[in-house]
């Protein structure tokens, strides 16, 4: 048996990432040692990689996840809905443990809870090293909401779950009831493809899209929008009006200038939520008056509750193959060769860059 990970240490932005041999961990209560099976590059990771946002250096990034458990602190192991866990399980878990004492948590914020520690974001320690997806194995910390994986998944559709889908679960949570009602999903890469397929399936009466680039537009078709527009180009106004206008949006952009266009878009009682807004911006202009006179609500969402994910898992179960979710992860590369894929990545053209440990 193995008694040693590889992992690619995050060192700091756009420099190429270090090779390092790290022996297995001595496992506290609660913990788990987990050989990955399969990651994704998030959006996210980008941000990091290439500067966009402050994170730590030192760090194994990567939080799109799946693997298989290799080591348990103690056979008595369960998952989020009470299930025995065992040693050769396929796995997915939340993307952070958090302290379930803490006072965000007991008001259902355990995503804010005091000493959270999120996978792919932390500094590697003498204890917490494997702590990101970009390696051989990761290293689950009690109090990580854990969910055994659906056999009828692949790597490929599953990676994504406990960050992308989980994302907009929350956020169609945040946003109420869908059914009759209209949603405009701004922005469709992978975030926005999750929101027009579960919103479609949750029983929006009309799922449209919105994009700056065409081709993203139109290929959210494949993924449940009625119709696609092109922002600045397309009149959104003259298409929606007659089926009663927009009552939800999700803003996947993070874009001050989109969300702000959003707003104006939304009918009378309309919610935004924003689920892009996760790198430095400017403030947004909005008028007062106007929220007010139009019964306007404005909702945001970080990362997620473990009820989302289990939502955002039941959905892909039900679903994969109704929409081309393994198609979004266009390109595989070798951990050695992250560096390349990270690059590529960058250079855009995929939804999902996958890597095999």
């Known amino acids: 048996m193995e008694k040693e990970a590889i992992a690619k240490v995050f060192m700091e932005p756009e420099s190429p990432f270090t090779t390092r041999s790290i022996g297995f961990p001595s496992l506290a209560e609660g913990e788990l040692l987990v050989k990955i099976n399969f990651s994704t590059i998030c959006t996210s990771d980008l941000h990091t990689f290439y500067g966009r946002r402050q994170s730590c250096s030192h760090s194994v990034l990567g939080h799109e996840i799946i693997g ?13 809905y009470g299930n025995q866990l065992n040693i050769g399980d396929r796995i997915t878990w939340t993307i952070y443990a958090h302290d379930p004492n803490s006072i965000n948590a007991k008001k259902g914020y355990p995503q804010k809870s005091k000493a959270l520690y999120k996978y792919g974001h932390e500094q590697m320690n003498d204890a917490y090293q494997l702590n990101g997806g970009f390696a051989s194995h990761c290293h689950l910390r009690k109090n990580t909401t854990l969910f055994k994986l659906p056999k009828n998944l692949s790597n490929l559709e599953a990676a994504p779950l406990n960050c992308t889908h989980a994302t907009i679960a ?44 065409p081709k993203k537009a139109s290929y959210s078709l494949k993924f449940g929008a009625k119709k696609a527009f092109i922002y600045g180009e397309s009149e959104i106004h003259s298409a929606t009006d007659p089926d009663g206008g927009i009552d939800i949006i999700i803003e996947t952009s993070g874009n001050p200038e989109a969300i702000e266009h959003c707003l104006k878009l939304l009918a009378i009682g309309g919610t935004l939520v924003l689920v892009g ?81």
């Open 68 to 80: 298989i458990i290799e080591k348990m602190s103690t056979e008595d192991m369960f998952d989020y």
């Open 170 to 213: 929350g956020a169609l949570r945040l946003a109420g009831e869908l059914k009759n009602k209209n949603i405009l999903v701004n922005g469709v890469g992978m975030l926005g493809l999750s929101a027009c397929a579960m919103a479609k399936e949750e029983g929006a009466e009309n799922v449209w899209s919105q994009d700056i680039d």
């Open 277 to 357: 807004s996760v790198f430095p911006q400017r403030d947004l202009s909005i008028n007062g008056e106007y929220l007010v006179r139009n019964l306007l609500s404005i909702k945001g969402l970080h990362n997620y509750i473990p009820g989302d994910l289990a939502t955002a898992i039941n959905f892909i179960k039900k679903a994969h193959l109704k929409y081309p979710f393994e198609s979004l992860v266009g390109k595989t590369f070798n951990l050695q060769d992250l560096d390349e894929a990270f690059a590529t990545a960058q250079n855009g053209g995929y939804y999902r860059i996958g890597i095999l440990p």
